[in-house]
């Protein structure tokens, strides 16, 4: 992963900042571009964003956002996938989604790209679950494994395929398993 030196700058001054290609996020009190995404990773974010709408949207129950930068708690991320509850999604005074959410994501999946640190990725899902998020999914296609982290500090490894990933209470019909989801892969 590329990173910046150590910059001292304000969460303000960043968002002032012009946006990168690959994107780029203030956490921890440093700047950090994303790597670009592997075919892997691209395809289960992809696919996943549309399962997970495709189940939620309809019934107006929560919203997925790919790419989607949220600014709360002082830091500015960038998840794969920010899964919102419906009530949640925050909205502009036309009633249309906004251009700037500054609240942690209901629900937050990363997927792990071969460059990425899965230490960063943890932290950055730990720092979402301590500002309110109430789930959050670190999917890896190499080892086809997903560590659901939730409140409390508990922490799920799920790497068979039967095995049905916990999701949050309002996408309780959503129903995959981790065969469904590297199933993803495949198509």
């Known amino acids: 992963m590329v990173q910046s030196p150590a910059q001292l700058i304000t969460l303000a001054e960043f968002l002032r900042l012009p946006e990168t290609k690959p994107t780029s996020e203030f956490f921890e009190g440093q700047i950090r571009q994303k790597p670009i995404p592997s075919g892997k990773h691209s395809s289960i974010q992809t696919e996943l964003a549309a399962l997970i709408n495709q189940t939620l949207r309809k019934q107006r129950l929560g919203r997925a956002f ?4 949220c600014s709360f708690g002082g830091r500015s991320i960038v998840p794969d996938i920010a899964v919102f509850e419906w ?16 609240v942690a994501p209901c ?29 959050g999914w670190l999917v890896d296609p190499g080892e086809q494994t997903v560590l659901v982290y939730g409140g ?14 916990p999701v949050p209470e309002f996408a309780a019909g959503l129903g995959v398993t981790v065969a469904d989801l590297f199933g993803l892969l495949l198509d």
């Open 66 to 69: 790919t790419e989607l930068r």
């Open 87 to 102: 009530s949640q999604i925050v909205r502009d005074a036309n009633g249309e989604v906004a251009d700037r959410f500054e």
């Open 107 to 135: 629900w937050a999946i990363e997927i792990l790209s071969p460059q990425q640190s899965q230490t960063q990725v943890t932290k950055k899902l730990l720092f979402c679950l301590a500002q309110g998020s109430s789930l």
């Open 152 to 165: 409390g500090g508990r922490v799920q490894v799920l790497d068979q395929g039967s095995q049905g990933l």
